[in-house]
């Protein structure tokens, strides 16, 4: 959770459409409409033959039962970076359509070669089943995964993806060949059970190793040959495996009932249980490399740490949701697509960390599912300094005290204003590498596809709020002119110029133990106006807050205090250090009329309360 105090915003009115590249979703579709034409195609052909005819649509509806079972399973293994609709339908109907009807092609055309070569009836049964049909119909479906890692290798995230995709091809596969099985038998019943109820699980068990191999050269190997070597590898394993199980199911023709079902399961269950472990082991893999790419993106500043902490486990990911639900309708669901999302940008970092035939076109994939978390995660953010109880925290008495915060700031007289500068007292250059000194750990390579996002602040419901490990200290300071006039800055942001915003004056904290002094310094530094010390409030407030800053991303720890002045003092710039002035424009003292007429035109003010936090500190309502 990010914290339990926290006032949820309203779900946003218009959320960031999902990236959808041209020749995937073509693609993609393409296969869709074909795969459905083939299986309509498919089941047309069956009812010109006497199996529909004979069964009815029974074989149809047995094959659903088994289809139900295999689809859920697949569907909760991959619950936690879910692959899109739109691939999956396109995987199972590739399977269902187009690899049974050119597998069917190619087991008649590999029948009819042993039959001209003088092969008996049995034995050209065997081979086929054996030989032929292993390697036709597992390559056919490798195809289908060929075709991912071509148009749509972004899905490709982990060798978890590609067991997936593997396995709800062979669903799509075996789902049409039971009907096919189904509709051939004399004995339904034992058709159904030895099929649909004891092996379900063959196909999509089958293809999930070649998807494994495939997914593991995209998303590991380092080199494109060592990808296609282990891309072979899986092939051939799942080549194997099915011949394998066909070797046994034929061997069983001839035994009575009940021992060909005791003999299939004593067969079988060892190809199964060995499949269920190296799906355990996958499985696992995948959650230690989510979490391995949450770690990045934290380093990089790209999530917040309560991001890290809510996705690090299972049981954190399900507290988390019901965490969501009591928030109101809908924002469970949103918080599922955040972790899925969260999810899937982790991962995708650790492919491209890890290997360098994973650099691919991704880029734009990223930085667009990178906007959809930010969007997602303005839900669960603050959206107040102070709760709206109607009282100011800081505001002046008759006997010139405040209710809360100490002393009221003295008005300063014009003859109190300093304005001449000595050239020892140069400020130390406020660089980016500053900046950054109290965040996270930043890697020594250039991030070159992240985008740079409006400041998404978590401030507290209630405060002052104390400062946590890692965050950097600042002083903000509300200075004030006589009619209420408010001294902001004007910063933007190098990485995204067309956006600004005005902010308060302040900055990092070099001396904790002389705040007072370093209100006085930071607004020397900014504006050249100097005050006396008699002139700082105490502390109002205090905020922590999460902030973007040319593409540095931190924890940042505000402690607000306020001034008064008596005029308007001219306004320098000319201690500014040159990272200030490539961010900055000219600071200006803004009317309270003119600050609320750039929000209402929508333009971004730092604290987003700043008309909230004057009202309680002036005792005037805004």
Same mark, same amino acid.
């Given at each position: 959770?990010?914290?339990?105090?926290?006032?949820?915003?309203?779900?946003?009115?218009?959320?960031?459409?999902?990236?959808?590249?041209?020749?995937?979703?073509?693609?993609?579709?393409?296969?869709?409409?074909?795969?459905?034409?083939?299986?309509?195609?498919?089941?047309?052909?069956?009812?010109?033959?006497?199996?529909?005819?004979?069964?009815?649509?029974?074989?149809?509806?047995?094959?659903?039962?088994?289809?139900?079972?295999?689809?859920?399973?697949?569907?909760?293994?991959? *619950?936690?970076?879910?692959? @899109?609709?739109?691939?999956?339908?396109?995987?199972? =109907?590739? &399977?269902? +359509? $187009? /690899?049974?009807? #050119?597998?069917?092609?190619?087991?008649?055309?590999?029948?009819?070669?042993?039959?001209?070569?003088?092969?008996?009836?049995?034995?050209?049964?065997?081979?086929?089943?054996?030989?032929?049909?292993?390697?036709?119909?597992?390559?056919?479906?490798?195809?289908?995964?060929?075709?991912?890692?071509?148009?749509?290798?972004?899905?490709?995230?982990?060798?978890?993806?590609?067991?997936?995709?593997?396995?709800?091809?062979?669903?799509?596969?075996?789902?049409?060949?039971?009907?096919?099985?189904?509709?051939?038998?004399?004995?339904?019943?034992?058709?159904?059970?030895? *099929?649909?109820?004891?092996? @379900?699980?063959?196909?999509?068990?089958?293809?999930? =190793?070649? &998807?494994? +191999? $495939? /997914?593991?050269? #995209?998303?590991?190997?380092?080199?494109?040959?060592?990808?296609?070597?282990?891309?072979?590898?899986?092939?051939?394993?799942?080549?194997?495996?099915?011949?394998?199980?066909?070797?046994?199911?034929?061997?069983?023709?001839?035994?009575?009932?009940?021992?060909?079902?005791?003999?299939?399961?004593?067969?079988?269950?060892?190809?199964?249980?060995?499949?269920?472990?190296?799906?355990?082991?996958?499985?696992?893999?995948?959650?230690?490399?989510?979490?391995?790419?949450?770690?990045?993106?934290?380093?990089?500043?790209?999530?917040?740490?309560?991001?890290?902490?809510?996705?690090?486990?299972?049981?954190?990911?399900?507290?988390?949701?019901?965490?969501?639900?009591?928030?109101?309708?809908?924002?469970?669901?949103?918080?599922?697509?955040?972790?899925?999302?969260?999810?899937?940008?982790?991962?995708?970092?650790?492919?491209?960390?890890?290997?360098?035939?994973?650099?691919?076109?991704?880029?734009?994939?990223?930085?667009?599912?990178?906007?959809?978390?930010?969007?997602?995660?303005?839900?669960?953010?603050?959206?107040?300094?102070?709760?709206?109880?109607?009282?100011?925290?800081?505001?002046?008495?008759?006997?010139?005290?405040?209710?809360?915060?100490?002393?009221?700031?003295?008005?300063?007289?014009?003859?109190?204003?300093?304005?001449?500068?000595?050239?020892?007292?140069?400020?130390?250059?406020?660089?980016?590498?500053?900046?950054?000194?109290?965040?996270?750990?930043?890697?020594?390579?250039?991030?070159?596809?992240?985008?740079?996002?409006?400041?998404?602040?978590?401030?507290?419901?209630?405060?002052?709020?104390?400062?946590?490990?890692?965050?950097?200290?600042?002083?903000?300071?509300?200075?004030?002119?006589?009619?209420?006039?408010?001294?902001?800055?004007?910063?933007?942001?190098?990485?995204?110029?067309?956006?600004?915003?005005?902010?308060?004056?302040?900055?990092?904290?070099?001396?904790?133990?002389?705040?007072?002094?370093?209100?006085?310094?930071?607004?020397?530094?900014?504006?050249?106006?100097?005050?006396?010390?008699?002139?700082?409030?105490?502390?109002?407030?205090?905020?922590?807050?999460?902030?973007?800053?040319?593409?540095?991303?931190?924890?940042?720890?505000?402690?607000?205090?306020?001034?008064?002045?008596?005029?308007?003092?001219?306004?320098?710039?000319?201690?500014?250090?040159?990272?200030?002035?490539?961010?900055?424009?000219?600071?200006?003292?803004?009317?309270?009329?003119?600050?609320?007429?750039?929000?209402?035109?929508?333009?971004?003010?730092?604290?987003?309360?700043?008309?909230?936090?004057?009202?309680?500190?002036?005792?005037?309502?805004?």
């Amino acid at each position: 959770m990010y914290m339990t105090h926290t006032y949820p915003r309203s779900i946003p009115q218009k959320p960031v459409a999902e990236y959808k590249p041209i020749a995937e979703q073509a693609v993609a579709t393409l296969v869709v409409l074909g795969g459905g034409l083939a299986v309509i195609a498919f089941i047309a052909t069956l009812s010109s033959f006497q199996g529909i005819v004979n069964h009815g649509v029974a074989p149809i509806l047995l094959a659903s039962i088994p289809a139900l079972i295999v689809g859920s399973t697949i569907l909760y293994l991959d *619950r936690l970076e879910p692959e @899109p609709w739109l691939m999956l339908t396109a995987a199972f =109907l590739w &399977g269902a +359509g $187009i /690899a049974i009807w #050119v597998a069917l092609i190619l087991n008649d055309g590999y029948s009819y070669s042993l039959y001209r070569q003088g092969y008996s009836g049995p034995e050209i049964s065997y081979y086929s089943a054996v030989i032929g049909a292993p390697i036709n119909e597992e390559f056919i479906k490798a195809v289908g995964l060929i075709l991912i890692v071509v148009f749509a290798r972004r899905n490709l995230s982990s060798p978890h993806d590609g067991m997936i995709y593997g396995a709800m091809i062979g669903l799509g596969f075996a789902v049409v060949e039971d009907v096919l099985y189904f509709s051939r038998a004399d004995n339904l019943t034992a058709s159904f059970i030895g *099929r649909g109820l004891l092996t @379900p699980f063959s196909h999509s068990m089958f293809t999930s =190793l070649t &998807g494994l +191999g $495939i /997914a593991w050269g #995209v998303t590991r190997a380092r080199t494109k040959g060592l990808a296609t070597l282990v891309s072979a590898i899986g092939l051939i394993s799942a080549m194997l495996a099915h011949s394998l199980f066909n070797n046994i199911a034929s061997n069983l023709h001839g035994e009575s009932y009940g021992g060909a079902l005791a003999n299939l399961v004593i067969s079988v269950f060892p190809l199964y249980l060995l499949w269920a472990g190296l799906l355990a082991f996958v499985n696992l893999r995948q959650t230690k490399s989510i979490q391995k790419g949450l770690d990045i993106l934290l380093e990089r500043g790209y999530i917040l740490p309560e991001e890290r902490n809510f996705m690090s486990t299972t049981r954190s990911r399900r507290d988390t949701l019901k965490w969501a639900a009591t928030m109101g309708s809908g924002y469970r669901r949103k918080m599922r697509a955040l972790q899925r999302d969260l999810s899937a940008l982790a991962l995708s970092q650790l492919k491209v960390r890890r290997s360098q035939v994973a650099a691919t076109k991704i880029g734009s994939w990223e930085v667009h599912r990178y906007r959809i978390i930010s969007n997602e995660r303005q839900l669960f953010l603050t959206d107040a300094l102070m709760p709206q109880t109607g009282q100011p925290v800081f505001q002046p008495q008759a006997q010139g005290t405040m209710a809360l915060g100490g002393p009221a700031p003295a008005k300063v007289a014009p003859q109190e204003i300093q304005n001449v500068f000595r050239p020892e007292q140069a400020v130390p250059e406020f660089t980016l590498a500053r900046l950054a000194q109290n965040e996270l750990p930043r890697p020594s390579a250039p991030v070159t596809f992240m985008p740079y996002r409006p400041a998404a602040r978590l401030l507290p419901a209630s405060g002052p709020v104390p400062a946590q490990p890692g965050d950097r200290e600042c002083v903000r300071t509300l200075v004030c002119g006589p009619n209420g006039e408010v001294l902001m800055m004007h910063g933007f942001d190098q990485l995204a110029r067309e956006r600004t915003w005005l902010y308060l004056v302040g900055g990092g904290i070099e001396n904790p133990n002389d705040l007072a002094g370093e209100v006085i310094r930071e607004l020397w530094e900014e504006t050249g106006i100097k005050v006396p010390r008699e002139a700082v409030s105490s502390e109002i407030t205090s905020a922590r807050i999460w902030f973007d800053f040319n593409g540095y991303q931190f924890w940042q720890h505000e402690r607000y205090f306020r001034i008064n002045l008596g005029f308007l003092p001219e306004i320098t710039t000319q201690h500014w250090t040159a990272q200030e002035a490539a961010t900055n424009y000219q600071p200006r003292w803004w009317s309270r009329e003119e600050l609320r007429a750039w929000d209402a035109a929508g333009g971004e003010i730092v604290p987003e309360n700043l008309f909230q936090l004057l009202s309680m500190t002036d005792g005037v309502r805004n």
